[in-house]
Structure formats: C-alpha cells, structure tokens
C-alpha cells in the first residue's frame, strides 16, 4: 500500500504563499505586493489556539520526504511538476520496497520493508521542491569557507588515524553508536525512516519530541525569558530559545557541542526554524543555517510536516543496541581465525 | 498495673489508627493546598522538578555504606537515608528476596542504569537528576535529564500498551486536583534503585501526583507486581520545584559515557 496523498491546490498554493511570506521579514524589508496580493487572494489559514492562547501546533508530525537538501545537478527548476514528482516516488517506491533475498548480509541486518519503516508504506510530506535549500536560489549549499576546508580535512585525516570501522565501537558513525541519528538537528532533517515528532505546548514552553532516540527539544518561550545557557554548556542537540511572531513560532537554537557536524558545520552554528500551521494537517517547516565558520553566506531550506495519527513509541535504541555489540564480537573472531589460519603448519 | 494496661491498649489502639492512616489511600492525606490554575483550570504541575532524598541509592532505610569502586572513595560512597516505602520494608515474595540480594552483590554488573539504560517508572523519578512536566490537555510530557529519558502520559484515547518498554505505557486522568497516572507494558529490565531492588515485567505502577505547596509535589506511588511481591506496596515523597531563575533541563546523552564500559574489551588488541 503506497500513501499518495496528494495535496490540494489550494494548500499547496497557502504553503507557497506562506514561503513568499517568510521571506520577507527574514530580509527585513516590509511586505512585499506578491506576498499581499497572495495573501489576499488566498485568506491564509489560522491555526487554532491552545487555552494559554499560543498557535496549537500539538500532535504528531513527519517530514519524510524523497526531496534531497541539496538540488540535483541535472535540474534546473525549483519545482518539479505533478507528473514528475510522481514518477519520482515510483521509482523510489518500486526500489524501497524490494524484498531482501534471504540469507543475504542484507536480509540479516533486517529489511525495512518487513517493518513498514520504508518510506513507501509510511505517511510522506509531498513536496514539489527539487531541493528542500530555497536560498541560495540554485538549491545547492554556500561555498564552504577556507576556515571549512581546513576543518573538513583535519576530519578526515583523524578519521584515517583512527582506524577501521569494526576496530572500535567509537569508530562507527553516531547512530550506529546510538548516540544520535544524524538527521535529528536541529534543524530536524528527515532520517531516512522514523522521522516523527511530537510536539507537545505548555505555558512559556514548546517540546519537541523526535521518535528517533527518544530525543525531546525543550523549548523555552521568551516570555520565560531566559538567555541560552553560559558557552561552556554545550549540547548535541544545542540549546533551543523560542518565540512567537504572529502565528510562526522561531527557535534559534545555538551552543552546539560540534560533534555531530551538519555537512561540515562548526560548533558555531546557529540554527533558526521557524514553523508555521499552513493547513490543519500541515506544518510548514524552514529554517536558516548561519555558521560563518563554514558557509561563506547563511543557507535556508524548507520542507512541509504532515500531521500524522500518532502516538509515537518507545525507540530504546542504545539499550537494543544488540548490533553493534555482535558486529565487533565478529571482526575480533575473524582476526581470531585469520590468524589460526595464518599459522597453521603446512601452509606457505 | 491496671493503669499500665489501659495506656498499652490506648497505645496500641493509636498505633493501629497510626497504620490505617498510612494504609488508607492517598487521597486522605491529600494537603490542602490549592494549586494555580492552568490555562485549562487543571492544577498547574508544569515546571522542573527533583526530589532531594536517598530513594536514588535504596528505597529502603539503610545506614550510610562505602562505594562499591575503591578507587572513587567518597565520591559514590551512599549517604543513609530513612527509606521512602510505606511501612519500611518491601514485601518480596522469599525467592525474589534472594534475587534482589544477588542483585545487590552484582551492582556493578546488574544495575541498568550504570549502563546508561533508560530508568524507567518511578525510578526516573528520584534520581539526582531534574524532570520537566509539560502538561497539556491531551498529553503531559516527563522529560528526565538523565539520558534524555521521556515519558507521555495519555490524558485521553488510554489504549493497552502495544509492546513492552522500559518506561512503559502511561494513561493519566485527574482524580480532583491529583493527577493519576497509571503504567503498564514494562519489559521488566529495570530496577528500583541502586540497591537491587527489581519487579518482573508484570510491573503495574500507579502514581499521584499533587500539588502540596507553590515549590513542591506530593509524589505517591503504588507498586503492584504479583510476580516479585506478596502484596501491593507504597512510596511516598516530595518533589522540589528548582527555582533557579535559569533552572533548565540540560543534557546528560550517557551513552558516549559507558561506550568503553560495554564495548571497551571488543576493541581491535594494538598490533602486537
């Protein structure tokens, strides 16, 4: 069964306009004429309002999406057509979808079509987008800055020190280690499955809760007013501040720990999301990635987040980390044998 | 002597008012105060919360006792405490006693959350680490700093538990200005406390949660787990609200912490 809800006009044209919209506060520069005649022409949508009076942005939500951060070099435009966009999900859909041959290494490890975890069995956020950056306008990430390069390659060269992956369990990447999921942010990219949130408002707070690794935002409003803790509290997911501007809710989020780098990211970065209810099932989702350290210029992207039933369960990832453990169990019994091999008499 | 027999009767009849007080349920030692309103008129539970006791180390009243890592001296010794059970002492079935004792001579091996394993219910509760409550109409969030560790309490649609977790399967209502939680679907891996006191999967946790003053909760709790215990049991103590102006939660992600204590002896031997 392949979710294809296909989005209406109308919301699709709210979500557009309301992307005009938010440009032009972010530019500083007052409303534009396109954005008021859209905004006239298409009475935006506003979203209820929880009993202390905040937008209700409470529920559960997705960003899944087939939409790459970054724009293919075989494309040009910023929006694919109906069509295209189908023909996209069907492709991706056909391939997802296959079945491991068992007793395969890849049927082992397990197939995510058993568990409904690939994207074509769950709810996807459709977007006609051919990047999810918006700005720069080619869809591609800012040239990276000198400062970049040279902390990119120190990167790799420690990586190269460190050895081979199945040497040590800090030689994996982090969410084979379960420490995080790469595309858990902020800003919350999607994480190739699981990528779920539940968003939960309380007086002078917002918490976001990602499915993956059970990990809550907790997200003081200004009006608590409180400042992001001192610079030597530095956190994976950073420290969030929140407030309201009309009926967007802006997080800035700073005091990254740096050690789960965004594309090259520095500890640096700033992260500021702004999400905004464009429909009753949608959430609009955009943020920019300031980080001068890195980027020679902030990059934005956006993408829609579609209301989902819920609930969200329990994702004990660490606690089950029964991979990990087993993998470095068998590349020590294989050096194990390689080596009885080696010495084994009779052999030239 | 009659004198003498009369106060012992009247003694003794005090004392088993005394035992019926602390039997009868919660709610008749509810206290008075009146919690602030929230935006939905339920009693405001929201803000960060610890409790300040030695529940972390026992449950149970114990005397204060070294560390169980010579090295750390002092530093993990544990402080006595007068114990947060009802009545003192846990009522095991015998078997599950001798299990418990195992467990507390094979902490360092045994206790979950030395491996940075979720806590679960109510241990979360108590451990030396703050929780946020983030309460709305339909969903009331715990959120622990001790390994990001979260909880949603389902105020409506209460279902059964679909799997077994380690912090279970929360349905909440509110009993007065008492909100009830009621927990199941555990998988029965998690402990008490530091000091091997366990329960089965079969684990059935009902917590009250009231307000008590502007800075503090009443926090009760009843154990009910056929499996491990003869009867059910109670807890019962004080959260504080930490009142610092910038008091947030922050983040204590243990995994990286104990990565050399679970996998450390996996690690590729240096080229001999």
């Known amino acids: 069964m392949h979710h294809r809800s296909f989005a209406s006009a109308r919301i699709l044209a709210a979500m557009m306009a309301v992307g005009f919209m938010t440009i032009a506060p972010v530019a500083g520069q007052g409303p534009s004429a396109a954005a008021s005649a859209a905004q006239a022409a298409e009475q935006p949508y506003t979203a209820p309002r929880t009993p202390d009076g905040q937008p209700d942005l409470q529920g559960f939500w997705t960003n899944q999406t087939y939409t790459r951060l970054e724009r293919p070099d075989s494309v040009t435009t910023p929006f694919y057509t109906e069509e295209e966009v189908a023909a996209i999900e069907g492709r991706a859909a056909t391939r997802e ?10 049927d082992v490890h397990y197939d995510f079509t058993q568990f409904g975890l690939d994207r074509s069995q769950s709810t996807f956020a459709r977007n006609l987008r051919t ?37 040590a369990a800090e030689n994996n990447q982090l969410d084979d280690r379960c420490i995080m999921m790469a595309g858990v942010g902020p800003p919350m990219l999607n994480t190739g499955y699981n990528s779920t949130y539940q968003i939960v ?10 499915e993956m690794i059970h990990d809550a935002r907790v997200i003081p409003l200004s009006a608590v007013g409180r400042e992001p803790p001192p610079e030597a509290v530095r956190h994976w ?7 309201w501007e009309g009926e967007t809710l802006v997080v800035e989020t700073t005091n990254f720990n740096g050690k789960n780098p965004l594309r090259g990211s520095s500890d640096k970065m700033r992260v500021i999301e702004r999400f905004t209810r464009v429909a009753e099932d949608t959430i609009m989702y955009r943020f920019t990635v300031e980080d001068e350290a890195t980027w020679e210029t902030p990059w934005t992207a956006e993408m829609p987040m579609r209301q989902i039933g819920g609930p969200i369960f329990e994702h004990a990832c660490h606690e089950g980390n029964y991979g990990l453990y087993n993998t470095l169990v068998g ?3 294989e050096e194990q044998q390689a080596a009885e091999e080696a010495a084994r008499p009779g052999r030239d | 002597m009659r004198t003498r027999y009369v106060l012992l009767t009247i003694a003794a009849a005090v004392a088993a008012a005394g035992l019926l007080l602390v039997v009868t349920p919660a709610t008749a030692q509810a206290p008075a105060y009146r919690a602030p309103r929230a935006p939905d008129g339920r009693p405001d539970l929201n803000g960060i919360w610890q409790a300040l006791n030695t529940a972390h180390w026992d449950i149970e009243p114990h005397a204060a006792g070294p560390s169980v890592v010579r090295e750390l001296g002092t530093l993990s010794a544990v402080p006595g405490g007068l114990g947060v059970v009802d009545g003192d002492v846990i009522p095991y079935r015998p078997e599950a006693l001798a299990a418990r004792d195992e467990n507390r001579a094979n902490l360092l091996r045994r206790d979950p959350v030395i491996k940075c394993y979720l806590p679960g219910v109510p241990r979360g509760m108590y ?16 959120v622990h700093e001790y390994a990001g560790a979260v909880r949603t309490i389902y105020m409506d649609n209460h279902t059964e538990a679909p799997a077994d977790s380690w912090m279970g399967w929360s ?9 009830v939680v009621d927990t199941t679907g555990f998988n029965g891996m998690t402990w008490f406390d530091r000091a091997g006191n366990f329960h089965s999967d079969a684990l059935h946790v009902v917590e009250r949660i009231t307000a008590r003053s502007p800075e503090t909760l009443l926090y009760e709790v009843t154990i009910e787990d056929p499996n491990v215990f003869t009867r059910p049991w109670q807890m019962s103590m004080p959260l504080y609200r930490r009142v610092e102006e910038n008091a947030q939660i922050l983040e204590f992600r243990c995994v ?15 080229s001999q």
């Open chain 2, 256 to 270: 990286e912490f104990v990565e050399d204590l679970i996998y450390g002896h996996l690690r590729k031997p240096a």
């Open chain 1, 237 to 243: 997911l950073g420290a969030s501040r929140g407030r």
């Open chain 1, 331 to 333: 590349a020590r019994l």
């Open chain 2, 127 to 142: 451990m030396p680490f703050p929780f946020q409550i983030i309460q709305s109409q339909q969903h009331i969030m715990i």
């Open chain 1, 131 to 167: 990047s999810l950056i918006v700005d720069p306008p080619n869809g591609k990430l800012p040239p990276v800055t000198a400062e970049g390069q040279r902390r990119a390659a120190e990167v790799a060269a420690a990586r190269e020190r460190r050895g081979g992956r199945w040497d």
């Open chain 1, 97 to 106: 979808s296959a079945q491991t041959e068992p007793g395969t290494i890849p």
């Open chain 1, 201 to 210: 408002q309380a007086p002078g707070y917002v918490m976001i809760l990602v």
């Open chain 2, 171 to 179: 349905n909440g209502h509110w009993d007065g200005d008492t909100l």
